[in-house]
């Protein structure tokens, strides 16, 4: 099976910049993505990484190693609405569209 | 204008009945899914519809039975409801099934088998 691995609680303060680490099994990679989902919400997208190094999203960053089967989300200027579950997810080998979700990092943005 | 909708959002039943939950999406997507979301927050696929035809089917028992009308529906039967199976139940939707894009997710169903 395919195992992600991600810390389950974080906690960061206001203004800060916090970063969330994700590792994955490297065979069959076929994309990573990082999805945000709010207490009693659907999952929305971050960001989708395919290809190795860092993607730039206003204050929203994702890092991707291949060879390492690493990625981290990085989150700048963090406010209260912050405050969320961020979803490391796999994209399955056989490119059906399926996601491989870690179990999630609750990040707790504190005044 | 809700791109993915799902219905109901809430849904209350007793061990042993039937039930349903709709999924409707209006973005124009080919595929169409099910993932279940357990109460240590794991998303787990399910069922995975292209163009109307199953292309995953995660090893879900068959008391769970999707449907999918045409590639803008995909349906969630569950027969014989058990404790088990309380969760919250979230439909996607993605463009294309043969390669790996953004999934659009339904609100989510939260599931009370009591």
């Known amino acids: 099976g395919q195992n992600i691995d991600q810390p389950t609680e974080m906690t960061a303060t206001e203004g800060a910049i916090v970063q969330i680490n994700c590792t994955y099994q490297?065979?069959?990679?076929?994309?990573l993505f990082w999805y945000q989902q709010h207490a009693g919400e659907a999952p929305t997208f971050l960001s989708y990484?395919?290809?190795?190094g860092l993607e730039e999203k206003g204050r929203f960053s994702s890092f991707l190693s291949r060879s390492k089967g690493y990625s981290y989300l990085l989150l700048k200027e963090l406010q209260m609405k912050d405050s969320a579950s961020y979803l490391c997810?796999?994209?399955?080998?056989?490119?059906?569209?399926?996601?491989?979700f870690g179990q999630g990092t609750t990040l707790q943005v504190k005044p | 204008d809700t791109a993915v909708s799902q219905t109901p959002k809430y849904l209350v039943t007793q061990m042993g009945n039937d039930k349903s939950i709709k999924c409707e999406q209006n973005?124009?997507?080919?595929?169409m899914y099910w993932y279940k979301q357990d109460s240590k927050k794991f998303l787990k696929i399910m069922f995975s519809y292209n163009n109307k035809e199953l292309i995953i089917n995660e090893t879900v028992p068959n008391r769970f039975s999707p449907k999918s009308p045409d590639k803008a529906h995909l349906n969630l039967h569950i027969n014989s409801l058990e404790l088990g199976d309380s969760a919250v139940y979230f439909c996607?939707?993605?463009?294309?099934?043969?390669?790996?894009?953004?999934?659009?997710f339904g609100q989510g169903t939260r599931l009370t088998v009591v």
């Open positions: 997810a796999q994209g399955g080998s056989s490119n059906t569209g399926k996601l491989i």
């Open positions: 990484n395919v290809l190795d």
């Open positions: 490297t065979s069959g990679f076929n994309g």
């Open positions: 973005l124009g997507h080919d595929t």
């Open positions: 996607a939707s993605s463009q294309g099934g043969t390669m790996n894009t953004e999934a659009f």
